[in-house]
C-alpha cells in the first residue's frame, strides 16, 4: 500500500520519475523510493511539491507520513 499518493499526481500531470527528479533537483532514485512508500526529509518534500507546481499547504494531499 502507498503511504503517499505521489506516483499518481506525477503521472496525472504526464511528468516522469526522471523529470521530476530534475525539477526538484533530487535523484531519480529518490522519486522511486517515495513512490514505494519510503519516508523523506521535509525539505526533500518541499522540492517536490515545488516542482510539481503545489503550495506547502497542500503537502498532506501528496503526503500521509
Request: net charge positive; proline share 3%; hydrophobic share 35%.
Amino acid at each position: 500500500m502507498d503511504r503517499n499518493s505521489l506516483r499518481h499526481i506525477r503521472e496525472s500531470l504526464m511528468i516522469s520519475k526522471s523529470e521530476l527528479a530534475k525539477k526538484a533537483n533530487i535523484s531519480p532514485l529518490t522519486v522511486s523510493r517515495i513512490e514505494n512508500g519510503k519516508p523523506c526529509r521535509l525539505e526533500t518534500q518541499r522540492k517536490i511539491l515545488v516542482a510539481l507546481g503545489m503550495k506547502f499547504s497542500e503537502k498532506n494531499k501528496l503526503f500521509t507520513y
